[in-house]
């Protein structure tokens, strides 16, 4: 009994270190959806796969601040990326997301970024 606790725990740390999905910030009950943007990168073997996201799009202005950024990975077999905020984010009218695939794996995730 309790080698299966030890196995379930075990299960479960590393469960949380292969999650793709990522969240910055908090989100209020005042915070209102100020975009979402879709990426995708098709898999290749015998390499990462990395992308950025940048919030506002160019050719974009944003004038509210960022309070929270959610990141959710659409595959649903536990191969998703990394996320990595690389500057701005809340506190800032600006934000830029890294996002490194795992080995030989693609990308597909959706970031939601919600203002005030």
């Known amino acids: 009994m309790k080698t299966l606790q ?7 740390i590393v469960a949380l270190a292969f999650a793709a ?3 910055f910030g ?9 975009s979402t943007q ?17 919030f506002p799009l160019s ?8 309070r929270f950024i959610n990141v959710t990975d659409r595959f649903t077999n536990s191969s998703g990326p990394t996320t990595t905020l690389w500057s701005g984010g809340p ?5 830029t997301l890294f996002v490194k695939s795992q ?9 939601l970024f919600y203002t005030d």
Do not use: C
């Open 21 to 23: 999905n990522a969240s």
């Open 59 to 66: 050719g974009q202005t944003n004038t509210k601040i960022i």
């Open 38 to 54: 879709n990426l995708t990168i098709y898999k290749k073997n015998n390499t990462y796969q990395d992308g950025t996201i940048v």
């Open 26 to 34: 908090s989100k209020l009950s005042s915070s209102k959806l100020a």
């Open 6 to 12: 030890v196995a379930l725990v075990l299960s479960a």
């Open 91 to 95: 506190g800032f009218t600006f934000a």
């Open 103 to 111: 080995f030989s794996q693609g990308i597909n995730i959706s970031a």
